[in-house]
């Protein structure tokens, strides 16, 4: 063990187990997690490090692991979906998996949409994975949901539909799982007795059962990408393709053709606010496991000099901690706030089962928005730690930059994020409700007081100093306030319409303030659920050290965003100056707790799979082991040298 590493841990003022406890939801969880994360040890599961192999190679050993993992799963009977997830994450480590869609999308859409008759079908088919399924949305002209183009036209003589993709641009692009799926979820638009009825979702068979060629469809692999070597992202044109009446999910057609309305055409986009509500969860274990990576490292890495004394850990830097303590902040407060986003979805997606949809506009609205939120800042903090990692963070073997790569389109797929972020239009609705003195319930009722708080751009000096900012509830307090941009938003709408502009026009003439005001409510979001989270926390020590991180997350927060904050008035330039100060001794004394507060997210050493935040410290000796296995050490002489350069 590397004797600063063993230090860093003798100087945590807090019992870092009691704080894995409160991350995993309880000492229950946390036994089995542990006990799931035993299959790291199981040598069916050994392979090669992806670094070192080409893209097929990469695949082919992904598709070995996802079959790995089903027979795994049933031998050791884990069938609790959070179990399997917890599972799937461990075996995963930091890249995808080749069966992923079957998981995320195409069951979950089974699960959604089939009816009592198709579920009696297609659950038995899909759960023994005799059926792989992916979820072809996306066409390569679009991926604006009113805008895609493949059809499912009814034939009541044949009872069955055909559907085709007209255009090149309306080849499906995109969906996961090309080579490996023989089925897929295919939205299309519904046409029945000469009527468009928008998107609708269809099982289409791919391939054959027995030999996995493709039927008369053309289906393959879109090339190489930025990251996602392990999934084989597809193609899919289909060229007057028939299915059965019975494949259309929900069946909305009646067999003479007619069409009968389901309770909300929106159902059908359910998989989505599911995988949304997903990334929130990921976006936190994403930024904790970039964060372990980058402050175990660097309280092994020693550099340069602050005294004349020898070399300091580099976390001793100033920098270094402003760089990397407000992330690790950022970790805790997404880890509540994806706690916060599961429970939430399950208990709207519930009460949607049961029939009530009145909270379907809220979910939609807030999973897209966080799920934009999230995705944003764990974007750029990976890589604000992999450049904390200075020369080393750039080699694979930090793994920061795979946990980028694959990461990083989260920031894309399921719902580009600024056209996540405009889906603000319930919160500019809420807003107009709320005007109209209707009481809002929920999340968005902190809008009910606007009128009377007034909240605009004001002198700060005229403004009475509302805030102390060492107090969490001020400072949530001013977050919510600022969150009332959304009156900004509302109000550039209306000018645009006094200049007697079109809806549509006046919407995207605001759009960067709709964008603002979303980012500001999300803002206020994580906040509230962060200094919500503390006072279910009984611990006094790990109390003490989540406020300090809580306090770090707002003010750091206020820091980058002061010019809202000074607009609106509602903190003093004299106020604004003592937050830098104050930024700076939380830095301080985070300090001794830094390592201690990454164990907590306890992940092991396979899973992080980075030779910088390996749990002993054991960094250089093992950078060196690691370079000796790249293949171009295979041999002491590499062929190129005979065949060029001799
Ligand atoms: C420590 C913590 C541990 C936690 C561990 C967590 C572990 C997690 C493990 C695994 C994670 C999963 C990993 C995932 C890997 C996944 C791999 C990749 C998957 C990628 C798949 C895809 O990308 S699939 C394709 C996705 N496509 C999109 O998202 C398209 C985006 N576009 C849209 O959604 C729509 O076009 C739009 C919303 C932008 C517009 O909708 P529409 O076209 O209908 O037009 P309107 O603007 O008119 O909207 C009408 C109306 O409807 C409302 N609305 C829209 N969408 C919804 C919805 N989904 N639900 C409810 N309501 C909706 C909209 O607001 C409008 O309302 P009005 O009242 O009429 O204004
Ligand atoms: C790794 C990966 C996996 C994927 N897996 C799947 C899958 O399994 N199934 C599937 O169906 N799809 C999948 N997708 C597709 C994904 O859902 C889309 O790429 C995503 O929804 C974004 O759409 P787009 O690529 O058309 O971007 P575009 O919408 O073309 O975005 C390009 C730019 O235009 C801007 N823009 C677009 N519309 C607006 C607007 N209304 N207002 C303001 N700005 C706008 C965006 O902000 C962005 O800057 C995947 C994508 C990736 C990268």
Not at 24 to 31: A, I, L, M, R, W
Not at 484 to 497: G, H, N, R
Request: glycine content about 6%.
């Amino acid at each position: 063990m590397n004797p600063d590493i063993v230090k860093e841990r003798q100087n945590a003022s807090f019992d870092v187990q009691k704080l894995t406890y409160i991350l995993d939801g309880g000492p229950e969880k946390t036994k089995r997690r542990r006990e799931i994360s035993l299959v790291l040890n199981d040598p069916d599961f050994d392979e090669e490090d992806p670094n070192f192999l080409s893209r097929s190679e990469r695949y082919e050993q992904a598709v070995r692991k996802s079959a790995q993992m089903i027979l795994k799963l049933r031998e050791y009977g884990i069938s609790d979906p959070a179990e399997i997830n917890c599972y799937k994450s461990v075996v995963r480590g930091n890249f995808h998996e080749s069966l992923g869609l079957h998981y995320v999308m195409f069951l979950p859409t089974l699960y959604s949409q089939c009816d009592q008759e198709q579920s009696k079908k297609w659950l038995p088919l899909a759960t023994s994975f005799e059926v792989l399924g992916t979820y072809a949305q996306t066409e390569l002209g679009h991926t604006h949901l009113r805008g895609l183009e493949t059809t499912a036209t009814f034939d009541p003589t044949t009872q069955e539909f055909v559907l085709n993709s007209p255009t090149v641009t309306s080849i499906k692009w995109w969906p996961g799982a090309g080579k490996t799926s023989n089925h897929a979820v295919v939205l299309a638009q519904l046409y029945t007795r000469g009527k468009c009825h928008g998107l609708h979702a269809f099982i289409v068979q791919l391939r054959h059962m027995d030999t996995h060629e493709p039927l008369p469809i053309l289906v393959g692999d879109i090339g190489p990408k930025f990251g996602f070597s392990e999934v084989d992202n597809g193609f899919l044109k289909l060229d007057h393709v028939r299915i059965p009446r019975e494949n259309m999910l929900m069946k909305h057609v009646e067999p003479d053709g007619r069409y009968v309305k389901p309770a909300s055409a929106k159902l059908t986009y359910g998989t989505m606010v599911f995988i949304r509500s997903l990334l929130v969860g990921l976006s936190a274990l994403v930024m904790a496991k970039s964060c372990t990576i980058a402050i175990r490292y660097s309280a092994v890495r020693h550099q340069s000099e602050i005294r004349s004394e020898p070399e300091p850990q580099i976390l001793d830097y100033q920098t270094q901690q402003y760089k990397l303590f407000p992330l690790l902040a950022t970790a805790y407060a997404f880890s509540f706030v994806g706690q916060y986003m599961t429970e939430t979805y399950y208990r709207i997606s519930g009460d949607i089962n049961q029939g009530d949809l009145s909270e379907l506009p809220e979910l939609h609205a807030v999973s897209a928005g966080l799920k934009a939120f999230t995705t944003w800042t764990t974007n750029t903090g990976i890589e604000v730690c992999r450049m904390s990692c200075g020369g080393h963070g750039y080699s694979r073997s930090s793994a920061l930059p795979d946990l980028y790569a694959e990461f990083t389109p989260t920031c894309t797929y399921e719902g580009e994020n600024t056209v996540m972020m405009l889906q603000t239009a319930y919160l500019v609705k809420s807003y107009r409700q709320a005007k109209a003195g209707e009481q809002l319930r929920g999340i968005m009722s902190y809008l009910n007081d606007m009128e009377q708080r007034h909240v605009r751009a004001h002198p700060a000096s005229a403004r009475p100093a509302l805030v102390d900012i060492n107090d969490l509830s001020d400072l949530v307090e001013s977050y919510k306030l600022r969150a009332a941009l959304v009156e900004s938003a509302a109000k550039s709408i209306q000018q645009e319409l006094q200049k007697r502009r079109s809806h549509e026009d006046a919407w995207n003439n605001s759009a960067i303030d709709l964008v603002k005001a979303s980012d500001a409510h999300c803002h206020y979001m994580v906040v509230k659920l962060f200094t919500d989270k503390l006072s279910e926390i009984g611990d006094p020590d790990i109390n003490l050290v989540l406020t300090t991180l809580a306090q770090l997350y707002a003010l750091h927060g206020i820091a980058l965003n002061s010019g809202d904050f000074l607009q609106a008035g509602l903190l003093t330039v004299p106020q604004m100056q003592q937050i830098p100060v104050r930024i700076k001794e939380l830095l301080c004394l985070i300090r001794p707790n830094a390592v201690a507060l990454v164990d907590a997210f306890d992940f092991p050493d396979k899973v992080l799979s980075s030779v910088l935040g390996r749990y002993d410290g054991n960094v250089y000796e093992n950078l060196f082991e690691w370079a000796r296995r790249s293949p171009l050490n295979a041999t002491e002489v590499h062929e190129s040298f005979h065949k060029y350069l001799k």
